[in-house]
Each structure stands twice: as structure tokens, then as C-alpha cells.
């Protein structure tokens, strides 16, 4: 059974960092590309990051580009969220999804997706 | 980047009904890569539709999508209460970005 859990999140303050974490199981990490997507309190959902399968090349959207960093190690079966110089408006919760079929970024949805970790930026 | 408009935001209808959400593309989705997403509140999305029509696996054939180009549809027939959830649009034709509709609320009455 594919599992993918989100550790990691929770209180901080603006300006701070937070790492999160997202451990893979039931299938081999290696072979797909992975994202992170957000929700803030009663809002849709926005993509943040993606990452192909060997991390060579990574995506950030605007809002998040320059503060973020998205990675992965395959040997450990996790996939990596460093977020710094946090904001308000990143308030949200952080989902980890992998797409449906392949090891690139692009052209695939996503069919699995953790249950996500909830990040508070409050003073 | 593609916007996606969903309509209407919230839909109400009854057990045994059949629902019909839209989601219109601000360019066209040239491979008709588009998902449906279901999402229940405090729950993680689903995907129920992928390449615009395709089921993903262990999704009920009372879910069907349509469309291509700018225009795109997730049809629900006889409702049952648990269809109750939010569904949300997403193109992955012109990505990264991946974007997503602003979701429609279905209740269930």
C-alpha cells in the first residue's frame, strides 16, 4: 500500500524556518517525480514545489521561489521541504503528492497524497 | 499560466440527482490534461479524473469527465449524501505551474 506522511510542520514565527518532511512507502521513490502543495484555512489548493525522481531539477512558483527549497533522498525513501524567511501568508497545510506515473515534472497529475502537515507563521 | 475557473461555486442537490460542474480554462489544454480532484474536509484530494476522462482506479462509474480545449466537465450521476465534498479542477498540460480551479462545493441534501 502506498503511504506518503508529512512530519515536521507547526508553530513559528515570521521570518523563521521550518523543514518538513515527507517519509514514501508501498513503492520505489526512485522512479517518480514528487510536489508539495499548500492550503491555507479555508482556501483551495496551490502547487509549490516539484522535484524530479533523481532531484536534479527542481520548480518553485513564485511565491514561495527564492524562500524554498524542495529535495530528496532516495536512499531514505523522504522527500524535503525546507521553507525560510516564512511568512503570514504561508500559513497552510503542506501536502506531499506523487504523480501518477512517471520520473519527470510535468504532463502528470497526482494520485497519491499524504494526509498533510499543518504549518502556523504567527508571532 | 493557465487559470481555471470552476463553476458554480456551490452546487445543492439531492440523493439520486445528477451533478454537472464546470471548469473552463483561460487557454486551451492542448493534451487534455486536465484532473478532478475530490476533497472532503479534513482529508487529503483525491483524483477521480485524469486526461480529462479517464477514471483513476477504484473511482465508481457514477464519475465521468468531458471536455477538451477550454472547456471541461465532471459529471456525478445518482448522488449519494457521501459524494458531499469539494472538487477542484487541475491542468498539468502547461507545467510547472501545476494550477487548480477555485473548487465547487457539492452538498448534498
Given amino acids: 500500500e502506498v503511504q506518503l506522511l508529512e512530519s515536521g510542520g507547526g508553530l513559528v514565527q515570521p521570518g523563521g524556518s521550518l523543514r518538513l518532511s515527507c517519509a514514501a512507502s508501498g513503492f520505489t521513490l526512485s522512479n517518480y517525480a514528487m510536489s508539495w502543495f499548500r492550503q491555507a484555512p479555508g482556501k483551495g489548493l496551490e502547487w509549490v514545489s516539484a ?3 533523481n532531484g536534479a531539477r527542481t520548480y518553485n512558483a513564485d511565491s514561495v521561489n527564492g524562500r524554498f527549497t524542495i529535495s530528496r533522498d532516495n536512499s531514505k525513501k523522504t522527500l ?3 521553507m525560510n524567511s516564512l511568512r503570514a501568508e504561508d500559513t497552510a497545510v503542506y501536502f ?3 504523480v501518477y506515473s ?6 502528470d497529475c ?3 497524497w ?3 502537515t499543518l504549518v502556523i507563521v504567527s508571532s | 499560466e493557465i487559470v481555471l475557473t470552476q463553476s458554480p461555486g456551490t452546487l445543492s442537490l439531492s440523493p439520486g440527482e445528477r451533478a454537472t460542474l464546470s471548469c473552463r480554462a483561460s487557454q486551451s489544454v492542448t493534451r487534455n490534461y486536465l484532473a478532478w480532484y475530490q476533497q472532503k474536509p479534513g482529508q487529503a484530494p483525491r483524483l477521480l479524473i485524469y486526461g480529462a476522462s479517464s477514471r483513476a482506479t477504484g473511482i465508481p462509474d457514477r464519475f465521468s469527465g468531458s471536455g477538451s480545449g477550454t472547456d471541461f466537465t465532471l459529471s456525478i450521476s445518482r448522488l449519494e449524501p457521501e459524494d458531499s465534498a469539494v472538487y477542484y479542477c487541475q491542468q498539468y498540460d502547461s507545467s510547472p505551474p501545476y494550477t487548480f480551479g477555485q473548487g465547487t462545493k457539492l452538498e448534498i441534501k
Fill in chain 1, 102 to 107: 512517471g520520473p519527470d515534472v510535468g504532463a
Fill in chain 1, 51 to 53: 522535484v524530479n525522481s
Fill in chain 1, 110 to 112: 497526482f494520485v497519491y
Fill in chain 1, 96 to 98: 506531499c503528492a506523487r
Fill in chain 1, 80 to 82: 524535503y521541504l525546507q
Fill in chain 1, 114 to 116: 499524504g494526509q498533510g
